[in-house]
Every structure is written in C-alpha cells, then in structure tokens.
C-alpha cells in the first residue's frame, strides 16, 4: 500500500470499516511510514474530540421547549390561523398555552382524530394547570431495587408512588421496595435500601436517578409537550376514543404508540422506558377534564405486555412534610459520584473498551481495589461488590459493541466467581410457625441483606409439612426451589419482593439466551446454629457460583477521558 | 425527508413555523455543547440554547444566506451568552458565581472551538459530521440515512476531518479568543 492509497483508506480504518485484507496493509504501512501514521493520529485524535463531544450532549432535548415558544411567538402576533384557534378552545396565554401551542402544530400535520386526541389532552393539562401538588401510586413490572426507569415484562408488578409539591417551591420523592430519591429542595439524595449506599446531588435537581419518565407524567403540561413533540417529529400514531369508567361517567381515552427507534436487536431495545417500544394509554375524565389513570403496554414479540399502571392519583392535596426527609441508615455508604484525574491518567485514557474491562477484572481478581476504582465513577468499592467480584477468574473478554440508545459500549465477558461462604438468618416467630428466611450474612457474620417480611409469612394450606423442617431443611429446600426457578415454592421462604428480584436477573438473562439454569450457582447447605442474641438461627452454606456471562456497561467520562464501568455485573 | 437548512428556513418563512423544529433538533446539541464552554452550567447552557433558538426564529426574515444558518445561530448565542454573564453581574450572588467560571471558560476555548469550526464546513460535511457524532449513528446508519453508498459517507468524512483540522489550526493561530463571536454578528 502507497501512502495515497492509506490516506485514501485512514477513515474506513479509524471507523472500523476495514477488511481484515486491505487492514493488515495499512497497519503494515502505517509501521514505515511516519508520516502517514502522524495523520493516522491526526485522525483518530479529532474524532475522539467528537465523540466526547456527541456524548457529553447525547442527553440535551430542548425541541419541544423551543418549538412551546416559538408558536406562542407566533400566537402573540395574532395570525388568523391563532385566532382561530383561540375561538375554538378559548385559551389564553395561561399556564395550557404551551400545549395550545404544540396542538397547533398537530393540526398542521396530524389527522382530525389525532388533533382531536391533542385536544383532550390539552384539557387535560388545563384542569390541572394550577397544580400545586400531585401523589400518585402506580404499579410498574421492574425489579424492586434496579434504576427507575428499569423496565422487566417478565417481572411481576412493583408498587412505585411519587410525591410532587410543585408551589411554593419544587419538591419530589419517587419510592419503590427498595429504592427511594428525594429532592428537597437543596439536595437530591438517592438510596438503595437493600444495599444502604445512597449518593447525593447536592442541588435541587428537576429530575435525578432515572426518574425523568415518572416526573414527565406527574407534570400534565410537560407530557403533553414531549407526547406532541415526540409525535410530531417522529410519526407516532395518536388516538382517540370514549369509553365509560367504573362510576359510571364517560371517559375520553387517548392512546399513543410511542417508537423508541431502535431496531429490533438493539442490545438496550426494551429495557428501559426511553428504549422501549410502548403503547401509552391516558383515561381523562370527561367531566372534569382531569386526567384519572395511566396504563403503559410494551410491545414485544410475544404481544403487549401491560408493564405500567397507575390508577390512584391525588391532585392538591397537601403532603406531610416528612414526605421530604429521607432517613438513612447509621452505617449508609455514600458513593462519590466523580472520577478523578489520576497521575497516570493517560494510561487508562487511551484503552479500548475491551482492555479497560480487563484491567478492571483483573484488579477485581487480584482484590486491587484502588486499581479496580479507576474504572469506577462510585467509589469507594463496597463490601457487597468486594465480596462478589473479589478473586474471580477471566475465563473471556469479547469484543465492545453499542447500542443505538446511548454512547455506552457493551463487553461480552465471560467469569467465574470464586466459592463463597455465606449465612442466612431463619426464624419461626411467625403465626405460620414455619421457618423463613429474613437475612443474608457474609462469612463473617456481617449483614449483608435485611430480608424484611412486610406481611408475615402466611399460613400455608399444608403448613404443617413446612412447620417441621428444621431450619437447614428449610434452606434446602429454598435453595432447590430456586434451582427449578419455582417461584411459588420460593415464596414460601422469602419475602415476595426478592423472588421478584430474581425473576428480574432471570429474564434479563433470558433476553441475552442464555441458560438460565447453568447461572444459578450450585449450594451446598452446612450446619446451623442457634445466636440468642439476635433469637434466630444462622444456617450456612458455600455457594459456587457457574459462569458468569454478561455484556459489561462502559461509559467514557468527560473530564477524564477514562473508561468507566456503567453497569453489567 | 431530510429538508436542507435553506429549505426549512424557506418553508418557515412561508408560513411552516413547525419546521423550524427540524432546525433545533438538527443543531440542537451541537450548541449546546458550544454554549456549554461559555456558561455556568448545563442548565445555562440549556436556557442560553433556547434563547438562542427562539432569537433566531424571529430574526429568520433578516438572514440573508440561509445555508449559513448555524453559523449565524452561533453569533445570535454568543450574544446571549454574553447577556446572561452580564445579567449575572449585578447580582452580588451570582457575580461570585461569575468570578469562579471566567477562567474556567478562557480555559475551555479550545472546546468551543470544534462546533465553530464545524459551523465553518459546507453543508453537506457539516451534516455528516452531526449525524455521525451528535446523532451518534455510525457510518452505515448514516450513509442509509442519507441515501449514500457507504464509501461516499467514509470519503465525505474524510474530506470533512481535514477541513475542520485546517480551521481549527488556523483558529488556534488567531491572536484574539476572545473576541470570537464578534466573527458572527447578524448578516
């Protein structure tokens, strides 16, 4: 390959375009000759500055916000196309004349149903235009502990509520069983409960932790500007039709097929709310105009699958102020949310995706915690991620790939986890006098998951055969029950919302086709003994974990330039 | 359809308002990403590119070369940055807050310095490089896209690299930084 040949081909090979051929003579070439390889570098390094660039911005939205303006622009100058519109609606220049706005622009494209639909939902916005407050309580399909915006078809429903003190001054809270984040006016703070690490925004932020979709509904008149926008821009179909509710009053129903874009084998395709392909259901009453539920189905080979309802929505009603306060646990673990530039930070800067996810399991191997941090945004490593990852073996690193959703890279890795000794608390003191399990401990007896029975464990139609298994006998069969994935025999020993988070990490690993028996790690269950201080028995147990096979999460950080570990482990 | 910027602006002056959306979502980040080595913070940046977006939207009659659109929304953001620095400044408060970004900003020239040097390309390179970068398709989604044979969409890029790394060497060249978006008053 001559050197006008190589410069004809830099950018093909900079974007991976290359044929294995026409790559090993560039590479061939670029190693004689210095000054194709500087322009090589040239290339490389300005289309790095883009990409950081693309990513630092892969979140800003401001279409619909503008375009609110712009037609109210428009609107101020009276055209006959706004007095018209004003004739027929009576809206004036009040909170609902963002969405009076953007129907405006659904007449200019959309057919007579769906202008008609924007209009209810116009309504809508209006009856609730002078909220000072909104609660509502929905049921989502997620695991109980995963990011807000966590979306599972294969999990049962999980109770999620908000709170929405909009006047005199903003305020949130999003709770689900085992995640909570509270804005309050100066911080944002978020917990998760079962592993009691919380991380703080030390501002008020309008959304936070992945609860932007939550508080999109809870805000009517933004709905309406995203819904329209979204619609607008990208051709989703809107509907509209009359149904009549439980009490008897007419309902108007508007139904919006809501395209995320992503192709069908896009890897996030469906995971989250913003990835997902959904067809979104709002139920206002006719009457007062307000909206009343909410149902949210996912489309999926299998069908729709009805992964969100909210039915329980309470308008300016007040709202106990200890609604605000977030009570951490005494030994929370804060998470710093913020790489640092290291000495060597170069080093760590120019790897690939591939090699990053090495490294890092590497110093996980070796237990190199400081090491293991430099590819963390959250620091410092837990205890729970210590004792999982710590010592494990790299049996495989793939190759990254993306998804269309976001800028992170995603590493197919396969690893084993070392055999762990762990303890699981059981009691009886319950009315079913059976044992259940109500904690998991780590080898040195420290806590490392309060499994809280909100109700107690129900008496059983055949409870007596439970009521004599010792408590060894009783994780034994939690543990065989969990093997066979029978989610009803594992309820009978734990409590609901972690049979739930099961069933979640089993249909993530379904969608990646895996088999999911090979990952349930093998137990072999030990003795047990009786600690009067906490009036409970502790059995043991050695847990070999299979092969872990996943697809790792990298995220590059700005400041930095480094790899950082987003999720997949 | 994917309309050019000099046919979206004509159909908005026609009488189209909506399809100034395109505009916005078309160059949306690519601004914001220049405002945000100007301000404060993301918010700033965010209501300084709005503002920016609905100046340009009523001073659409006024641009006399519609294929130069961004380059002209730049100057129309420089201005508004400028305004919310200053509006800053006679807030005590938010002086203080002021005080602690004006280096930082200087610092960050370099950054602001891509999208107007993109800004700076023809058109057709211009929307490559957005599409690849700030819509983050990849090379195949963008020549689909666009209609292109894959090969046309590796050579256009190619084409636009060297073009943005000659203005951004002569932009690194120039004397005065600061003076920036003075280069996009109104035409």
């Known amino acids: ?569 | 359809m994917d309309l050019t910027d000099r046919e979206c602006i004509e159909r908005c002056r026609d009488g189209h308002p909506e399809d100034f959306g395109r505009l916005v979502d078309r160059y949306q980040k690519p601004l914001f990403s220049w405002l945000a080595g100007r301000v404060k913070d993301g918010q700033q940046a965010e209501e300084a590119a709005q503002e920016s977006f609905v100046r340009a939207f009523t001073s659409l009659k006024k641009l006399r070369k519609p294929e130069s659109f961004y380059s002209w929304l730049l100057g129309i953001a420089g201005r508004v940055a400028k305004e919310q620095f200053r509006s800053e400044e006679h807030s005590r408060r938010e002086r203080e807050a002021a005080e602690a970004i004006a280096p930082d900003a200087t610092s960050r020239d370099e950054d602001y310095q891509l999208e107007e040097a993109i800004a700076a390309l023809p058109e057709s390179h211009r929307q490559m490089i957005l599409l690849r970068y700030y819509e983050g398709l990849s090379c195949q989604e963008v020549a689909t896209r666009l209609g292109l044979p894959l090969g046309t969409v590796t050579k256009t890029l190619s084409r636009a690299y060297a073009l943005l790394r000659q203005e951004l060497a002569a932009r690194e060249n120039a004397e005065s930084k600061i003076n920036k978006p003075e280069n996009y008053e109104l035409r």
């Open chain 1, 1 to 569: 390959m001559n050197c006008a040949e190589c410069r004809d081909n830099l950018v093909a090979c900079a974007e991976g375009l290359l044929e294995r051929e026409p790559l090993l003579e560039l590479q061939a070439h670029l190693k004689t000759c210095a000054d194709c390889a500087a322009e090589f570098r040239a290339v490389t390094n300005l289309q790095q500055r883009l990409v950081v660039r693309g990513q630092a911005t892969a979140e800003v939205s401001i279409v619909g916000p503008v375009m609110r303006r712009v037609l109210q622009k428009k609107k101020e100058k009276e055209s006959v196309m706004s007095k018209i519109f004003k004739y027929r609606w009576g809206f004036g220049l009040s909170a609902a004349a963002g969405a009076a706005a953007i129907i405006l622009i659904t007449f200019l494209v959309f057919p007579k149903t769906a202008a008609t639909a924007a209009e209810v939902m116009a309504r809508g916005a209006q009856a609730v235009a002078k909220l000072t407050s909104i609660h509502f309580r929905g049921e989502l399909r997620t695991s109980p502990q995963d990011n807000f915006s966590y979306i599972n078809a294969d999990c049962s429903f999980c109770t999620i509520e908000l709170w929405e003190q909009f006047e005199p001054d903003l305020k949130w809270r999003i709770e689900k069983p085992l995640r909570v984040a509270v804005m309050d006016g100066d911080s944002t703070t978020s917990l998760i409960k079962n592993g009691d690490v919380a991380a703080k925004i030390p501002k008020a932020s309008i959304n936070a932790f992945d609860s932007g979709w939550l508080q999109q509904i809870a805000n009517l008149s933004n709905t309406i500007t995203n819904e329209l926008t979204n619609a607008l821009a990208k051709g989703w179909k809107m509907n509209l039709t009359e149904g009549t509710g439980t009490n008897g009053r007419t309902e108007d129903i508007v139904t919006i097929e809501a395209k995320s874009g992503l192709p069908a084998d896009d890897y996030l395709k469906n995971q989250f709310f913003e990835t997902a392909d959904t067809r979104r259901v709002y139920v206002f009453d006719d009457q007062t105009e307000k909206l009343e539920s909410v149902k949210i189905y996912l489309h999926t080979d299998a069908g729709d699958i009805l992964i969100f309802k909210l039915d329980q929505i309470d308008y300016n009603q007040p709202i106990d102020p200890s609604v605000w306060k977030l009570n951490l646990p005494a030994d929370v673990s804060w998470y710093q949310n913020e790489m640092q530039k290291l000495p060597d930070n170069e080093k760590y800067a120019s790897m690939t995706a591939e090699q990053a996810t090495r490294a890092f399991f590497e110093a996980c191997s070796q237990e190199n915690w400081s090491e293991a941090e430099k590819f963390l945004r959250e620091s410092p490593v837990d205890y729970l991620t210590k004792q999982y990852l710590g010592g494990l073996e790299i049996i495989s690193i793939g190759t990254a790939f993306t998804s269309k959703a976001g800028p992170d890279q995603f590493v197919p890795y396969e690893i084993r986890l070392r055999p762990q000794e762990f303890y699981l608390r059981v009691s009886n003191d319950n009315p079913a006098k059976r044992y259940v399990i109500t904690g998991v401990y780590d080898s040195k007896l420290q806590l490392l998951q309060e499994l809280k029975w909100t109700n107690a464990p129900p008496i059983l139609p055949d409870n007596d055969a439970y009521s004599k298994l010792s408590p060894a006998e009783a994780v034994r069969d939690y543990f065989a029950a969990q093997s066979r994935l029978d989610w009803d025999e594992m309820r009978k020993f734990t409590p609901e919302y972690d049979v739930e988070s099961d069933q979640a990490e089993i249909g993530a690993a379904r969608k990646e086709g895996l088999d999911v028996h090979k990952l349930i790690p093998s137990r072999e269950v030990g003795d047990a003994f009786w600690s009067a201080e906490q009036s409970a028995w502790f059995v043991k147990y050695i847990e070999t974990a299979g092969i872990k096979k996943m697809n790792l999460a990298l995220g590059k950080d700005k400041p930095t330039g480094r790899w950082f570990v987003d999720g997949g482990w």
